[in-house]
């Protein structure tokens, strides 16, 4: 009776990216998820690397909350991050259009920009944040070639118009940092933040 019973979770997810659950499935946790609703819109005179640490804050400590509403009474960590693409200083968001997503990757052509990824582990008295930024680059890109990369559906759901670890991986022709982190969860620092927590519990 108890071999079938599921491994009970250590800590909440607060997103519901199928990337970040592979990366922490990898690490050989067991959690359940949570998907909190926050307004993702950077703020004025807010620089990248502020307005990723404060997003991936809002999402786990949203999250907390989410798990007591769900689960009453729980004192179980929540987990939260976010990652964006920076180039001159300036977030690409998700692309609403093919127009949007076509002037993002342009940008990114030919040149270095960085990928930030902020991680949160939160419960309802105290929080951790660890921000990790890489700098990738890519290769010129030719307008067919990021109109073929459209059609395939990829670059919709993706910060800055593309997916490292899908086909968008064909643009990079270098990266300084964390590969997970581009993906959106940097395996180390998540692994070091979440050990931090549950050795108090």
């Known amino acids: 009776m ?3 019973q599921s491994p009970k979770p250590t800590f909440f997810l607060a997103s519901g990216s199928p990337r970040r659950k592979e990366l922490l499935t990898q690490l050989g946790y067991q959690f359940d998820i949570v998907v909190p609703n926050i307004e993702e819109q950077q703020q004025v005179d807010e620089c990248p690397s502020h307005y990723v640490e404060r997003l991936s804050r809002e999402k786990a400590q949203a999250g907390v909350e989410l798990a007591l509403k769900i689960y009453g009474q729980q004192t179980l960590p929540v ?6 693409v920076v180039v001159d200083n300036h977030v690409l968001e998700k692309p609403i259009n093919y127009l949007d997503c076509k002037r993002m990757l342009q940008s ?3 040149r270095k920009h960085q990928v930030m990824t902020s991680v949160t582990v939160a419960t309802s008295t105290e929080y951790q944040t660890k ?7 890519f290769k010129p890109l030719t307008e067919q070639e990021i109109e073929a990369y459209w059609q395939t559906g990829e ?8 997916g490292i670890q899908g086909i ?3 643009f990079v022709s270098r990266i300084e940092g964390s590969f997970h982190a581009v993906m959106g969860l940097p395996l180390m620092e998540t692994d070091l ?3 931090a927590f549950l050795s108090n519990q």
Not at 79 to 84: C, E, F, K, N, P
Not at 131 to 137: A, C, G, L, N, Q
């Open 2 to 4: 108890s071999s079938n």
């Open 79 to 84: 987990l939260g991050s976010d990652t964006i």
């Open 108 to 110: 990114l052509s030919n």
């Open 131 to 137: 921000t990790v930024i890489t700098d990738v680059w």
């Open 155 to 162: 670059p919709c759901d993706k910060a800055g118009s593309y």
């Open 168 to 170: 968008g991986g064909r």
């Open 193 to 195: 933040l979440l050990n």
